[in-house]
């Protein structure tokens, strides 16, 4: 018998996406594919997967059941609050979810995205080579939409024995939160604007709006004016191509992005840097700083070497309460207010009723 998971309760943005939908951009094909593909990739190597289909969560949450076999999972990604059956678990692990047991994520105090996948992938229907989601051309994942209930995810895992050893917390530092600018390689129409206005980009700082969403983020911030008009023969759009466009704010284009554009691109947010782009919320602040093809290439290589770590990253879950953890544990976190017992916003607790007074 194999395992599944049915979807209980999934908010919006919720999709099945895999490594994406490659080598149909001639023909006007979006890849499609995860936003934070760093997170992705960590959820999916904890399981020894490659690019398998998961289930991308976004803000809007989800909880799933067990349904059939046993399923090894893992999950990743921005600081989402996780538990299983109401017991809460690190921001990223690798367990085993039993028969009737459910797992549920909630977004914590940042990050957009957090990715949920089980071993061997979810054997959702292919199209045109992946399982990939493209809601708005309602093509790939389940029916080409965004998750609800009562959908059921086919899993292509083996049931494991192994259940104590074989859990984890992965240990992946490369998905911490980080306040540095993103790093920008120049073009290919960055001579569509004056040295001044080049320079008033990568020293500005842009706020991404609420217009933003996996076809594109738009920021504002200072006006990117160009030096003679905005239109261009329209040519391919790569992933992380900035736009300006007539209103001289930045379009970053994400992973549903259009297959062609006529708007001038100023650079390209390189590829190493777009899964912590991805988890920008709106209302959140950044800055941008240009390097060469060399540097991309290096950051590339080097996240993709860390990436390759995860297996080697992965610690022990506790699973009991005892006098060594509690020495080695952080007992504080959040703060509560005595007038109404609420947890600070943003913090992951577990309930106030899971301790006692003589704890």
């Keep these: 018998m194999r395992g599944s998971l049915r979807v209980l309760r999934a908010g ?5 996406q895999d490594g994406g939908r490659h080598g149909y951009l001639r023909y006007g094909v979006t890849p499609a594919g995860p936003m934070d593909w760093v997170a992705f990739r960590t959820a999916n190597s904890a399981l020894g997967n490659d690019r398998a289909a998961v289930v991308e969560v ?12 046993p399923l090894a999972v893992a999950f990743a990604g921005g600081a989402f609050c996780w538990r299983r059956d109401g017991v809460l678990l690190p921001q990223a692990a690798r367990l085993l979810l039993e028969p009737g047991k459910t797992l549920a994520a909630r977004a914590g105090d940042s ?31 389940i029916e ?12 292509a895992s083996t049931e494991r024995l192994d ?50 969403d996996c076809m ?20 391919a759009i790569a992933l992380g191509a900035i736009q300006i466009a007539g ?3 930045p379009l970053i284009l994400m992973a549903d992005r259009q297959p062609t554009g006529g708007y001038p691109k100023l650079g390209h947010v390189v590829r190493a840097d777009i899964g912590r782009l991805a988890q ?3 209302g959140e602040t950044c800055g941008f700083r240009a390097v060469s093809v060399a540097e991309a290439r290096a950051a590339l290589s080097a996240r993709e070497d860390e990436i390759a770590t995860t297996p080697q990253r992965l610690r022990p879950l506790r699973r009991e309460l005892t006098s060594e953890n509690l020495f080695e544990a952080n007992l504080i976190d959040g703060v509560v207010d005595p007038l109404d017992g609420e947890q600070t916003e943003g913090k992951c607790q577990e309930p106030v009723s899971k301790v006692s007074p003589s704890s």
Excluded: N
């Design 12 to 16: 919006p943005g919720a999709t099945i």
């Design 58 to 69: 976004s803000v809007g949450g989800l909880e799933v059941i067990c349904e059939g076999a």
């Design 111 to 141: 990050g957009a995205f957090a990715y949920l996948a089980v071993e061997g992938g979810f054997e959702t229907p292919i199209t045109m080579g992946s399982r990939a989601t493209h809601t708005r051309s309602a093509m790939g994942g």
């Design 144 to 155: 080409g939409r965004m998750l609800r209930a009562g959908d059921v995810l086919p899993a």
């Design 163 to 212: 259940g104590a050893s074989f859990e984890a917390m992965i240990d992946a530092p490369w998905l911490a939160r980080e306040t540095e600018p993103f790093r920008v390689v120049p073009g290919p129409q960055d001579d569509y604007f004056t040295v001044a206005t080049l320079s008033a980009f990568f020293e500005g700082q842009f706020t991404l709006t609420p217009l933003a």
């Design 216 to 235: 594109a983020y738009r920021f504002d911030g200072p006006d990117i004016a160009h030096a003679g008009g905005y239109d261009i023969v329209s040519d």
């Design 247 to 249: 209103d001289k704010k």
């Design 280 to 282: 920008m919320r709106p």
